[in-house]
């Protein structure tokens, strides 16, 4: 399993629990759920492939903590020697960033969360669905936030100080840190507790990682009770058939074969061009549009 959004802002095929790109603070406090799965092999040519990479250097990685050089300029964690070289993807578009935002209202609209509803959102990063959900439970119900990043959850913690109904939300909001890549910071609840569970944008799942992954989804589906739901939203992925994967991998974990999907805007594009932030190099690899889907207990 790989980490692709909610949580730590590092980088895409870092491994499990890593986000999927690296963008400007600013951006990535509005915008904090953005994802794509694990890297696979780059489809394109690679940047500076006859050299090693120095950070800083035109072609290689920059961060906040390494300022590029000789006149080129950090974008998206490349440094690029002129703005015009950025690349040409919808990936690295404001118009990706805005439709972020029309995905998430999208899953708010269309999963229902009923008063007194028990919900976990599985990588809550900055929280934002965290919030949503527990407008909606009302005092009688409980949002369960977890992610292994513990500057997220404090994140999370301060945000409700700054919020007007802050005081109100609170007690309705447990933050839970996941303390290992394969726990679920959800192992102290009862069985057939949660009503809902959210992934958005933050796991993938990989056929060679099945024997760890399967188990993982067990211990979260055997907190759903009949009934219940799973939305799992990736905006982007590697595999052609990484959905009909996922699908029967939910499926051995415990839940129904029954499955909605949630379309996604038809203007995005099928596949994208963008970085694999994995390697030092950035490769170009195609990312294709992922999915919205809700699995049934």
């Excluded at 708010?108 to 909606?136: C, K, M, N, Q």
């Excluded at 996922?246 to 963008?274: K, N, Q, S, W, Y």
């Amino acid at each position: 399993m790989g980490r692709a959004g909610g949580g730590s802002e590092r980088a895409l095929g870092a491994g499990r629990w890593e986000r999927s790109r690296v963008v400007a603070a600013a951006v990535v406090a509005l915008t904090c759920l953005a994802g794509a799965c694990r890297s696979g092999e780059p489809t394109a040519e690679v940047i500076d492939a006859d050299a090693r990479c120095v950070p800083g250097s035109a072609g290689c990685v920059c961060d906040d903590r390494s300022a590029c050089q000789d006149g080129s300029a950090c974008y998206y964690g490349v440094c690029f020697s002129a703005p015009d070289q950025m690349p040409k993807s919808y990936y690295y578009s404001q118009q990706n960033l805005d439709d972020e935002e029309r995905v998430n209202a999208l899953i708010r609209e269309a999963v229902p969360i009923a008063a007194g509803s028990r919900v976990a959102d599985i990588g809550a990063g900055a929280g934002f669905y965290t919030v949503h959900a527990a407008r909606l439970v009302g005092d009688t119900g409980r949002v369960y936030a977890t992610d292994i990043d513990q500057g997220r959850l404090d994140s999370i913690a301060a945000m409700l100080e700054r919020l007007p109904d802050g005081a109100e939300l609170k007690p309705r909001i447990e933050l839970r840190l996941v303390d290992s890549p394969y726990a679920t910071a959800l192992e102290s609840l009862p069985p057939a507790s949660l009503d809902l569970v959210v992934m958005l944008r933050v796991l993938t799942f990989r056929p060679d990682e099945r024997a760890a992954d399967l188990p993982y989804l067990r211990r979260i589906a055997e907190k759903v009770r009949p009934g219940g739901r799973f939305v799992y939203h990736m905006d982007w992925v590697h595999e052609a058939g990484y959905r009909e994967y996922l699908t029967a991998l939910m499926r051995d974990a415990g839940f129904t074969g029954a499955v909605d999907e949630i379309p996604l805007p038809a203007h995005i594009p099928e596949t994208v061009e963008a970085f694999d932030w994995s390697l030092v190099q950035r490769p170009k690899m195609t990312l294709r549009r992922g999915f919205i889907l809700v699995f049934h207990r």
